[in-house]
């Protein structure tokens, strides 16, 4: 673990995101997740063989699920844990960053630094921000700016619970 972490900090490739990962290393035991860490790059057929029909619709086509159906659509914010990337684990938002907004989708105000990539969406005969995983360019979502919610950014990610897994936080 001492050597990952020492490759992570000394390269430049890696500096950026390494202040959002560094607090979960220690956890990492598979080596799937350190493999996570770097940008990931698999081709479609690859992707269809680990993702299943629906999320790989989301995560590589760039669909929406439907609203109020998602498994993490109504679960209550919590003060421990992550929310990572369905598609390649890695983490995304601290789950004390989720809340309500009656949306049908998960909603939170803050992603880990460095964890999304933000693109400009003009599909649907509208201007959003969408934002997709740094790491490996699966779809999560869009950021809605401006709406008057309570929280410390008034923005809402708005993402799909499909192209998110809730990782709880082991310290319990």
Request: aromatic letters at 8%.
């Amino acid at each position: 673990m001492h050597m990952l972490r020492s490759v992570l900090t000394t390269n430049p490739t890696y500096s950026k995101v390494l202040p959002s990962v560094a607090s979960y290393l220690p956890r990492i035991s598979k080596p799937a997740s350190i493999l996570a860490i770097r940008t990931m790059s698999k081709t479609e057929n690859e992707w269809r063989a680990i993702l299943t029909p629906e999320q790989f619709r989301v995560l590589r086509q760039k669909g929406t699920e439907a609203p109020y159906v998602g498994k993490y659509n109504s679960t209550p914010a919590s003060d421990t844990g992550v929310y990572e990337c369905a598609a390649c684990q890695q983490p995304l938002y601290k789950a004390n960053t989720k809340f309500k907004s009656h949306c049908g989708w998960p909603a939170f105000y803050e992603a880990l630094p460095g964890a999304l990539k933000i693109h400009r969406d003009t599909s649907h005969g509208m201007v959003r921000e969408e934002i997709v995983c740094s790491n490996c360019d699966s779809h999560m979502g869009h950021i809605f700016k401006g709406e008057g919610y309570d929280t410390p950014t008034d923005e809402r990610h708005c993402v799909n619970s499909i192209s998110l897994q809730f990782n709880p936080d082991e310290k319990k």
